[in-house]
């Protein structure tokens, strides 16, 4: 069992090693530096003019360290496989699994420790919390971040009582937390101490609970892989299909051709599409409401809309290894067109609902309506000029 | 009108599987395609679907060819794969408009009759509105079967299509087969489900190493390969392999 724990450890390592240098190349690291530079400026500036001993103050320290406590799911790395496979190794799982905990306990330690530092000044000065016990307090939640991944190792067995609930858990710690830190810090150590030894003596159940283990670590690579591909193309990711039937009414069901069928649902109902239209045509709603100026919100929402487009270009080749596709009589000579037909009616809806919000947030109306039809006419040169000569470009990088 | 594969050769690259493989299905006729695993079944399939690079050899339908005009060769044929592959993002529903589209059905009041037929006789009447790939494997089987009948085309491909199905919905697969056959329809079919398999079809076509050894009726293989009238069928597989093994 040793070997194996070892092997997907290390495996798991270099695939999160590979990914983490994409998310994090230089630009990023300097954008991070820069964002985090801000807020600390903006912090240390202004914690020296906020008042001492507000109310709020502890329950909302609690707020973030139990938050914070709350983040990272435990890595088991099981595979679908290990059902066949390592269905008689039920009585070596606990051998399995701790190693998968000390594992899963690196992150969240390192982001307790990262937002307690950054809260420390505020929770000292402002908030009354002593020295030693706020760093007991921050000790005590490294252990209750153990118990719950413990907690959960115990829930992948079938048992009389599952103690772990993932909601219930949360408000727990966060009660106690606020009790604690009001009334007795140092209590919240005690508290986790024993919680953290407790769990060891809980019952549970010596029948594996495969199906719901190999799920619970499908969920939670789902989510690493959501994180990744937000930055890079994420390979073998499983992609959820919805079936979004309230979008319905944005199927175009005159001339149709099977690839504007096949595309239009596509956009609307892989969240690798739609999440993106989604995604972005919020983020240009946002800017354009932080900056309350028409000619910025317009700039940005010009290179929002490239962006966006530039991304939903690959749409074109999401059938292509659907034998089905290749195989029914779909025609592929004016595939192109068709791509190009649903995208620019997917774009003109993004225009549509940034050209509303720079109605609605910029206070000068009428220059607003001027960089809306601006903008129109930057997205149809982007639509109907730029965009062919792309998918010309990708079809020709098929071959047949 | 005949589906003619004359001297296909062909594989994957740089492998060749079919060798010079002879095989003619006339209107009106259901053929078996048996083989043990790795006979080249599937490859032959493949070619005919214009999936795989033939290395030589012609395959027409109706007198058209593969090669020089596959679009409207492919509008003359319905596959059912093995394993079913749908379009994630479509609704049963859609799958069914799409299959009307894509082969050309003009009377859609009429399809969709033929198409509601199809789901109450697979039992799929009630999830039209539902995402089949969410569905278990035998439900997704039955909606390539609804999806292949519906096209009505003039050869249906099927690759092994006992599996997962369960007993009600094999034996209205095989109805349909009977009356495509009736409706001078060709189907070529590849199975290991003997039994079931000769309900449907008039013939097999024996594939091993690559190529065709007869194309008969259960008893002329029987004859062609020595089997006793007391032998199972299924030694047929033994001495297939005791071929393949001499080779």
Known sequence: MNRIVNKRLQSNQKKQLHYLTLVFNDFFILALIFMFGALMFWYAKNIKSWPNNLWFYKPLIALILATVMSVGHLATLFEKADIQFMLNQDDQMQAYLNPMIKHSMYLPTLLIILVAGILFPFALTRAGISNYAYWFVILGLILTKFTQLKLISQSFYF?????????????????????????????????????????????C?????????????????????????????????????????????????????????????????????????????????????????????GVFGGLVIFLTMYQLIPLGTVYEHNMMYHVQPISQAKRGQDLARVLQKGMLLQWLVISLGLIIFSPMKLYALLAIVVLLAFTFILLYLYLPVRIKQLFSKIRY | MSLKINKLTGGYTGITIIKDLNLNIEPGQAIGLIGLNGAGKSTTIKHILGLLRMQKGTIELNGTNLTQNPSKFKKMVAYIPETPILYPELTLKEHLELTM??????????????????????????????L??????????????????????????????????????????????????????MVLMTTHVLAEAQEAVQKFAVLNNGTIEIVGSLEEIRSFYHLKPTDSIDRLYKILNQESANE
């Open chain 1, 205 to 297: 159940g010596r029948v594996f609970n495969w199906n719901y283990a190999v799920e619970y670590e499908e969920r939670r690579r789902d989510i690493v892989d959501n994180f990744y591909s937000m930055f890079t193309d994420v390979q073998d990711k499983k992609v959820k299909i919805y079936r979004r039937k309230y979008l319905d009414f944005l199927l175009d069901k005159k001339n149709q051709t099977p690839n504007t069928f096949l595309y239009q649902r596509a956009l609307l109902r892989d969240p690798e599409y739609s999440n993106l239209l989604i995604r972005m045509t919020l983020f240009s709603l946002l800017l354009t409401w932080v900056l309350q100026d028409y000619l910025w919100a």
């Open chain 2, 101 to 130: 589209l894509t082969y050309g059905l003009t009377d859609i009041d009429k399809a969709w009759q033929r198409a509601h037929e199809l789901c109450k006789m697979f039992r799929l009447d009630n999830k039209l509105d539902w």
């Open chain 2, 132 to 185: 089949p790939i969410n569905f278990s494997k035998g439900m997704q089987q039955k909606v390539m079967l609804v999806a292949a009948f519906l096209a009505n085309p003039d050869l249906y491909v099927i690759d092994e299509p006992f599996t997962g199905l369960d007993p009600l919905a094999v034996a209205n697969f095989i109805d349909l087969i009977k009356e495509a056959v009736k409706q001078n329809k």
């Open chain 1, 159 to 203: 048992n009389e009582h599952n103690f772990y609930q993932a909601g219930w858990f949360f408000l727990v710690v966060l009660v106690i937390l606020i009790l604690c830190l009001i009334y007795l810090p140092y209590l919240y150590f005690i508290f986790a101490l024993i919680s953290a030894i407790g769990v060891n003596y809980l019952p």
